[in-house]
């Protein structure tokens, strides 16, 4: 018997192995030359993320992985933001060389850390989950290569706004000095939230390689990790909640992995039911019908509200992580993605944790023990200088998930305070003073060279069509909603005595979770139909941006909520018709990737053809578009040191007026 489990296990891993080398064939067949510096950019996270290990295993101890993809990102913000900290307050130049020494130190900071564990006998490495870790690591590299292959058959940094986005690179790149000096006003430097461009610039720099390349290699890793993240977290989620349940083993392992691999499509390469509805039911009726069948064109699914019909006075726009993906600006909420899904996998690590510690009734608030315990917690500190960081990256994360911060910690304090209403309101109160002020000092140098373009707080005048808002996050509200009540249904009937402390107390970790970002994801929907913040977008668009940025993380939260919450329905609920309104929901969330397929269709070409892929150079569109200029361009490039303001023709803005400057 043992022979026969050495064979398998022996088979198993030439598998693997097999696998891992057709792949790299497969991604040097793909890429071509590229290969190099996707490779080096894959590795680099990789080693990253290993030598942060002793720091995120201790912080993601609970899940079966040690937060291993989390590691990779957690290694990125710290060294990044460290990086340009000391370079925002003068103490270093931003160059590749200080670059490497602040990641150097960091590792050496780790491995310090490392000895200490291994002397308390901690362990900090997933040793007895590698498959789990190849599996996660495999998906990464997948869904890394498939969107760098396919940003390969558009890689021109031209058109929409990535003049800007590319802009920022290069200033940042010939900069020693943040923030760069702006490349479009003289008199000043970027006056914008430029961290995301910034961490694309970092990686550049510690790797060696070409603004030129990572321009793209940027937006494709981070779309890789929105894949493998969601899958991590998500995958974690249903193991905790699967644990005691009376089903067969191939069940229990299977059910997390569908689980976070539903999530992983949601976040990264689904689209919404506007493309469901209008590219696919629509069309089908007119067919049938005789009736001209409609066109569809990407981009309606992210400008419905306002547009179809249109209204001159309310034009809104609702994007989400696939769109930005096939489209290929490199945003500051396009960056952040990453970040924030390390922040909601770190509150779901926390909630998990604290909610088993009960603290007894009779402790004292008075007692100085009892405020350490509630004010150094590593999770929450950690939390705090990532939402700090937002306000450099992109500040509506900063407030969305400040409130969703609060959302969790006040239901943990709920559960861990009995339902003692005085400490639950002064604890939580406390805490998120703590995590304010904590975000706002970590980020002072940024803030105060900053001027807000924000006027306030407005009354929104106009408000969506239901059927409008029914199209776009219907689906996962459906899901959500349906969730909600099923935990409900189960736990309100067997309690003899309703609190709200015995309700909390009797749901699972997993679910509760699943609840406050269900919720958290419907709260971010309405707010836009009530207020929005006044900025330059006042005439005609007033709402589009609050909309656009709160939708855009509901839009994430739906999506783990939903890849969670199918599969807790149908294995867990015991009524029939939970059962079916999740298996609906998971035939229409499939059905909604075929966005991806129709929005790569439209954006890229004809894909399944390797001899059209035309690499990751993101400047050959001035051989092309701007033949007359790319000589000068080039020698400027080569031979113009530091970061110059270029005055070119006045003209409209992200046209060919730009172009100089740009590049």
């Given at each position: ?182 490349l479009w006003y003289s008199e ?43 899958f991590s977290l998500v995958y ?223 009354i929104a005048k106009y408000h ?200």
């Amino acid at each position: 018997m043992e022979q026969k489990n050495k064979k398998k296990i022996s088979t198993q891993t030439i598998i693997k192995l097999l696998l891992a080398v057709v792949l790299l064939g497969l991604s040097a067949f793909l890429l071509k030359g590229d290969v190099w510096t996707f490779w080096t950019w894959w590795l680099l996270a990789g080693v990253m993320g290993f030598a942060a290990m002793p720091v995120t295993g201790r912080l993601f101890w609970r899940f079966e992985d040690k937060g291993w993809i989390f590691s990779k990102v957690l290694a990125i913000a710290a060294t990044g933001f460290l990086t340009w900290f000391l370079t925002a307050i003068r103490l270093i130049p931003f160059n590749a060389l200080t670059c490497a020494a602040v990641t150097i130190l960091c590792a050496v900071i780790c491995f310090f850390l490392l000895r200490k564990e291994s002397k308390e006998k901690t362990e900090c490495f997933p040793v007895d989950r590698i498959s789990l870790i190849y599996w996660e690591e495999l998906l990464f590299f997948l869904a890394f290569l498939m969107w760098t292959y396919l940003a390969g058959f558009r890689p021109a940094a031209y058109g929409t706004e990535k003049f800007m986005d590319y802009g920022f690179m290069e200033a940042m790149m010939r900069s020693t000095t943040l923030p760069a000096r702006d490349l479009w006003y003289s008199e000043g430097h970027i006056n914008y939230y430029y961290g995301g461009q910034y961490f694309a610039v970092f990686l550049t720099k510690l790797s060696h390689t070409k603004v030129e390349l990572t321009y793209n290699l940027m937006r494709t890793f981070v779309a890789g990790l929105a894949f493998a993240m969601p899958f991590s977290l998500v995958y974690q989620m249903m193991s905790d909640r699967m644990k005691g349940q009376q089903k067969s083993e191939k069940v229990i392992k299977g059910l997390p992995f569908a689980a976070g691999f539903t999530a992983g499509t949601a976040v990264s390469i689904a689209g919404n039911m506007h493309y469901v509805i209008y590219a696919q039911i629509i069309p089908l009726i007119e067919k049938l019908t005789g009736k001209e069948v409609s066109s569809y064109w990407f981009p309606d699914a992210t400008r419905y509200i306002g547009y179809n019909p249109y209204r001159e006075e309310d034009r809104t726009i609702h994007e989400f992580p696939c769109y930005s993906f096939v489209l290929g600006d490199l945003h500051a909420h396009v960056v952040n993605i990453m970040f924030v899904l390390l922040v909601i996998a770190l509150l779901y690590v926390w909630l998990r944790g604290v909610r088993k510690k009960t603290v007894p009734v009779e402790t004292s608030m008075k007692d100085g023990k009892f405020w350490k315990e509630q004010l150094l917690m590593p999770h929450l500190l950690v939390i705090s200088v990532l939402l700090g960081m937002f306000q450099w990256t992109n500040f509506w994360d900063f407030v969305i998930y400040y409130v969703v911060t609060l959302g969790t910690v006040l239901f943990a304090n709920i559960i861990r305070f009995q339902g003692k209403i005085k400490k639950i309101i002064v604890v939580t109160f406390a805490q998120m003073a703590e995590i304010y002020l904590l975000a706002y000092l970590v980020i002072l140098p940024f803030t105060l060279q900053f001027d807000t373009m924000v006027d306030g707080i407005g009354i929104a005048k106009y408000h969506s069509y239901f059927y409008q808002l029914l199209v776009l996050w219907g689906l996962p509200a459906v899901l959500t909603i349906t969730f909600v009540i099923s935990i409900l249904w189960e736990k309100l009937r067997g309690m003899e005595h309703k609190s709200l402390y015995r309700l909390m107390k009797a749901i699972r970790t997993a679910d509760l979770f699943a609840i406050i970002m269900g919720l958290c994801a419907i709260g971010l929907v309405v707010i836009p139909e009530f207020v929005y913040v006044r900025d330059i977008y006042e005439n005609g668009n007033a709402r589009a941006n609050t909309m656009f940025k709160l939708t855009y993380q509901a839009y994430i939260m739906f999506a783990l909520t939903m890849g969670y919450g199918i599969y807790r329905l149908l294995a867990v609920s015991r009524q029939k018709v939970f059962k079916i309104i999740s298996g609906i929901c998971l035939f229409f969330l499939i059905w909604t990737v075929g966005y991806f397929g129709k929005s790569v269709d439209s954006w890229f070409g004809k894909v399944l053809n390797p001899s059209g892929y035309q690499g990751l150079y993101a400047l050959g569109y001035l051989d092309t578009d701007f033949s007359e200029d790319v000589s000068a361009i080039q020698w400027l490039k080569e031979n113009i040191k530091g970061a110059p303001v270029v005055l070119e023709a006045n003209g409209d803005s992200y046209s060919r007026y730009e172009c100089v400057s740009a590049a």
